[in-house]
C-alpha cells in the first residue's frame, strides 16, 4: 500500500545521492553552504511530506512500479505540488537566514536532508522541484526500495518526518525523535517569519508513565499519582532531544538580543488540567533546563480550536483523535506512534462518547 515501503530494486542496493545543486537569485549572493552534519540540526523529510505525491502513490498501487517509474521519468519536467511538510522546511530556512546574519560562521544551522526509499530515476523531478522552490537541500538519501532507518543515525538526524508510519515506528525504536505526516485538504496560511512549534506532552516530550496510570487505574489514581510525584521529574519522551536543539537555537537568538522578536516559538498544548497535573509538567521542564514559550493546559477540551488560533509549522501528538481534530480546522498535525495510547483503544464515557486523557 505504502509506496516507500514496496519499493525494490533488482540488486537490493541502496542508493545514496548526494544531490549538488544550483539556485538562481535575485541578487547575486553567495550561496550558502552545508554545515557538518555533527554540527547541524539534522530535519530529515521523505518525498511524500515534503511534496504531494498522491497521484504518483495511486499509480503505483494501481498499475506496479514501472508504470510508476515510467510516469516519473515522462512528467520529470512537472513540478511536484507542495506536502504537508513544506512550510515547516520553509520555516527552517528563513530561521537559517538569520542565523547565517547573527554569526556568520556558526554552522548550527538546520540541514534538511531528503531521506527515502524512492527510486533514482524519481531524482530528477524532485531535484527540479526544489530547485523550482527555491528550498536548500543538497543532501539527498534515495535508497531504492531499501529502509532508509539505518542511514538516520549517519546523518545525525534530530528529527524524521516520514508518510510511512512503519519506517516512523522504527526510527522511535531506534532513538530518532520521527512523526508521520499526512496530506489534508485544508492548511491553514502560516508565518513566513516564525517557525511555530508545538508539543503535545505525554508520551511526546515526556513518557507514557503518567498516561499508564491513567489507561489502566483510572482518572482518580492518575491525580493521585501526579500529587505524590509532582516534584519527581518524569522521563524523556521521543521529542525531547528535538525541543532541546530548538530551545539551544533559541537562546542563541537571545544573546543578541532578539528574545522578544525570536524567529522560533514553541508551544505546550497538553490536555492536562494545570491546578490537579501541570505542575509536574512544568517542573519537569525545568529540570531539563528546556521551557516553552507557551504553556496550554486544556483539561480536556479539544486541542483544534486553539491550535488554530496558535497556527503553527507543525503540531505533535501521539493521538489520532487529536492529529484528526487539528486538521480538520487547518493545522498540520504530526502522529508521534508511542507510548501506551497506541496499544489500548480510547476510554469511553458513560454516554460511549470518545474521551480525552487528562495527561495529554
Known amino acids: 500500500m505504502n509506496l516507500n515501503h514496496q519499493v525494490t530494486t533488482s540488486k537490493g542496493d541502496s542508493y545514496c545521492l548526494e544531490a549538488m545543486r544550483t539556485r538562481e537569485h535575485s541578487t547575486p549572493t553567495k550561496k550558502p553552504t552545508s554545515p557538518k552534519p555533527e554540527n547541524a540540526i539534522t530535519i530529515a523529510v521523505s518525498s ?3 511534496f504531494n505525491m498522491d497521484v504518483e502513490q495511486q499509480i503505483f498501487e494501481q498499475k506496479g512500479m514501472e508504470e510508476y517509474l515510467k510516469y516519473q521519468v515522462d512528467h520529470e519536467t ?6 504537508p511538510a513544506f512550510s515547516f522546511i520553509k520555516a527552517l530556512e528563513a530561521v537559517n537566514a538569520q542565523l547565517r546574519d547573527l554569526y556568520p560562521e556558526s554552522e548550527e544551522l538546520f540541514d534538511v536532508v531528503l531521506m527515502t526509499n524512492n527510486h533514482a530515476h524519481v531524482g530528477v523531478r524532485l531535484i527540479n522541484s526544489i530547485n523550482h522552490y527555491k528550498l536548500f537541500i543538497e543532501r539527498f538519501c534515495m535508497t531504492g526500495g531499501n529502509s532508509p532507518i539505518g542511514y538516520l543515525k549517519a546523518y545525525h538526524t534530530n528529527l524524521y518526518l516520514s508518510a510511512d508510519s512503519m519506517k516512523v515506528r522504527e526510527a522511535i525504536e531506534e532513538g530518532i525523535a520521527a512523526a508521520t505526516m499526512f496530506t489534508s485538504e485544508k492548511v491553514t496560511q502560516v508565518s513566513e517569519t516564525q517557525l511555530r512549534v508545538a508539543f503535545d506532552g505525554d508520551a511526546v516530550l515526556f513518557s507514557d508513565e503518567s498516561e499508564r496510570i491513567y489507561k489502566t487505574q ?9 500529587k505524590a ?7 524523556h519522551g521521543p521529542l525531547k532531544g528535538f525541543l532541546e536543539v530548538l530551545g539551544k537555537l533559541q ?39 528546556l521551557e516553552t514559550d507557551e504553556a496550554l493546559f486544556l483539561a480536556g477540551a479539544p486541542k483544534g480550536p486553539m491550535l488554530a488560533k496558535i497556527k503553527p509549522h507543525i503540531f505533535f501528538d501521539d493521538q489520532m483523535f487529536h492529529i484528526e481534530g487539528a486538521a480538520e480546522l487547518g493545522t498540520v ?10 496499544k489500548l483503544p480510547p476510554k469511553k464515557t458513560k454516554d460511549a462518547k470518545e474521551t480525552d486523557s487528562p495527561s495529554k
Open 218 to 226: 483510572g482518572l482518580d489514581k492518575f491525580f493521585e499519582h501526579e
Open 78 to 83: 512537472e513540478l511536484f505540488k507542495p506536502g
Open 229 to 235: 510525584h509532582e516534584n519527581k521529574p518524569l522521563d
Open 251 to 289: 537562546r542563541k537568538f537571545y544573546a543578541k538580543g532578539h528574545r522578544m522578536d525570536c524567529p522560533i516559538r514553541t508551544y505546550l498544548v497538553t490536555a492536562r488540567s494545570a491546578a490537579s497535573s501541570g505542575s509536574r509538567a512544568l517542573k519537569t521542564l525545568r529540570a531539563w533546563g
Open 333 to 342: 498535525a504530526a502522529h508521534v506512534p508511542y507510548g501506551i495510547a497506541q
Open 48 to 50: 511524500r511530506v515534503l
